[in-house]
Protein backbone atom coordinates (compact mmCIF):
# COMPACT_ATOMS: atom_id res chain seq x y z
CA UNK A 1 0.00 0.00 0.00
CA UNK A 2 1.41 3.29 -1.32
CA UNK A 3 1.34 6.24 1.24
CA UNK A 4 1.84 9.82 0.49
CA UNK A 5 2.96 12.59 2.97
CA UNK A 6 2.71 16.52 1.69
CA UNK A 7 4.33 19.08 3.23
CA UNK A 8 5.42 22.27 2.73
CA UNK A 9 2.34 24.30 2.37
CA UNK A 10 1.34 27.93 4.09
CA UNK A 11 1.01 31.19 3.52
CA UNK A 12 2.78 33.72 1.01
CA UNK A 13 1.92 36.54 -0.60
CA UNK A 14 0.63 37.74 -3.85
CA UNK A 15 3.85 36.78 -6.35
CA UNK A 16 5.93 35.31 -4.05
CA UNK A 17 7.31 31.72 -3.98
CA UNK A 18 6.25 28.68 -2.25
CA UNK A 19 7.64 24.41 -2.63
CA UNK A 20 5.29 21.05 -1.77
CA UNK A 21 6.86 18.18 -1.28
CA UNK A 22 5.08 14.72 -1.99
CA UNK A 23 7.46 11.70 -0.15
CA UNK A 24 5.79 8.30 -1.26
CA UNK A 25 6.48 4.91 0.62
CA UNK A 26 5.08 1.35 0.47
CA UNK A 27 5.51 0.06 -2.60
CA UNK A 28 6.29 2.75 -4.68
CA UNK A 29 8.28 0.26 -7.68
CA UNK A 30 4.85 0.18 -9.77
CA UNK A 31 3.64 3.82 -9.38
CA UNK A 32 3.94 5.08 -13.19
CA UNK A 33 2.91 8.55 -12.50
CA UNK A 34 2.81 11.24 -9.59
CA UNK A 35 1.07 14.09 -9.66
CA UNK A 36 -0.77 17.24 -8.06
CA UNK A 37 -4.23 18.49 -7.83
CA UNK A 38 -5.84 21.13 -6.11
CA UNK A 39 -9.36 22.25 -4.53
CA UNK A 40 -10.06 25.75 -3.86
CA UNK A 41 -12.75 26.24 -1.66
CA UNK A 42 -16.14 25.04 -3.56
CA UNK A 43 -14.63 24.45 -6.36
CA UNK A 44 -13.77 21.00 -7.98
CA UNK A 45 -10.98 19.30 -7.80
CA UNK A 46 -8.29 20.80 -10.40
CA UNK A 47 -5.40 19.23 -12.09
CA UNK A 48 -1.93 20.66 -11.70
CA UNK A 49 1.18 18.63 -12.51
CA UNK A 50 1.88 15.48 -13.14
CA UNK A 51 5.70 13.74 -13.55
CA UNK A 52 5.90 9.93 -15.09
CA UNK A 53 8.54 7.36 -15.04
CA UNK A 54 10.60 8.58 -17.56
CA UNK A 55 10.89 12.45 -16.11
CA UNK A 56 8.30 13.58 -18.56
CA UNK A 57 6.65 15.85 -16.81
CA UNK A 58 3.33 17.89 -17.34
CA UNK A 59 0.98 20.96 -16.72
CA UNK A 60 -2.41 22.46 -16.43
CA UNK A 61 -2.02 25.54 -18.78
CA UNK A 62 -2.67 28.24 -16.19
CA UNK A 63 0.47 26.66 -14.57
CA UNK A 64 3.07 26.35 -17.14
CA UNK A 65 5.61 28.84 -16.38
CA UNK A 66 4.78 29.25 -13.04
CA UNK A 67 4.80 25.49 -11.37
CA UNK A 68 7.82 23.03 -11.66
CA UNK A 69 7.30 19.76 -11.33
CA UNK A 70 10.41 17.36 -10.09
CA UNK A 71 12.01 14.43 -7.79
CA UNK A 72 14.65 13.17 -6.26
CA UNK A 73 16.83 10.48 -7.79
CA UNK A 74 15.16 7.90 -6.21
CA UNK A 75 11.40 9.14 -7.55
CA UNK A 76 9.86 8.34 -4.33
CA UNK A 77 9.42 12.08 -3.48
CA UNK A 78 8.15 14.82 -6.26
CA UNK A 79 9.08 18.73 -5.43
CA UNK A 80 6.15 21.39 -6.53
CA UNK A 81 7.95 24.74 -7.13
CA UNK A 82 5.46 27.13 -7.33
CA UNK A 83 6.45 30.82 -8.49
CA UNK A 84 4.52 34.02 -9.32
CA UNK A 85 1.82 33.05 -6.97
CA UNK A 86 -1.25 34.30 -6.81
CA UNK A 87 -4.50 34.47 -4.85
CA UNK A 88 -6.43 32.25 -7.43
CA UNK A 89 -4.26 29.97 -6.51
CA UNK A 90 -5.11 29.05 -2.68
CA UNK A 91 -6.66 25.60 -1.96
CA UNK A 92 -5.77 22.65 -0.71
CA UNK A 93 -3.17 21.11 -2.49
CA UNK A 94 -2.96 17.09 -2.75
CA UNK A 95 -0.22 15.08 -3.88
CA UNK A 96 -1.60 11.59 -6.62
CA UNK A 97 -0.19 8.57 -7.55
CA UNK A 98 -1.20 6.36 -10.35
CA UNK A 99 -0.33 2.42 -10.65
CA UNK A 100 1.04 1.13 -13.83
CA UNK A 101 -0.38 3.41 -16.68
CA UNK A 102 0.72 6.12 -19.01
CA UNK A 103 0.87 9.94 -17.88
CA UNK A 104 -2.86 11.24 -17.08
CA UNK A 105 -4.47 14.34 -15.78
CA UNK A 106 -7.37 13.08 -14.55
CA UNK A 107 -8.29 12.05 -10.93
CA UNK A 108 -9.81 8.67 -11.66
CA UNK A 109 -6.74 7.61 -13.07
CA UNK A 110 -4.85 8.07 -9.76
CA UNK A 111 -4.89 5.49 -7.45
CA UNK A 112 -3.43 6.82 -3.71
CA UNK A 113 -3.71 9.85 -2.31
CA UNK A 114 -2.13 12.28 0.19
CA UNK A 115 -4.20 13.98 2.87
CA UNK A 116 -3.11 17.54 1.63
CA UNK A 117 -1.72 20.80 2.33
CA UNK A 118 -3.10 24.13 2.29
CA UNK A 119 -1.22 26.57 0.40
CA UNK A 120 -2.71 30.65 0.97
CA UNK A 121 -1.78 33.28 -1.09
CA UNK A 122 -3.00 36.50 0.52
CA UNK A 123 -3.38 39.57 -2.00
Known amino acids: QVQLVESGGGLVQAGGSLRVSCAASGGTFDIAVMGWFRQAPDKELEFVAA???????TYADSMKGRFTLSRDNRKTTVYLQMNSLKPEDTAVYYCAARRWGTMSGFAKDFNYWGQGTQVTVSS
Open 51 to 57: IGRSGAT
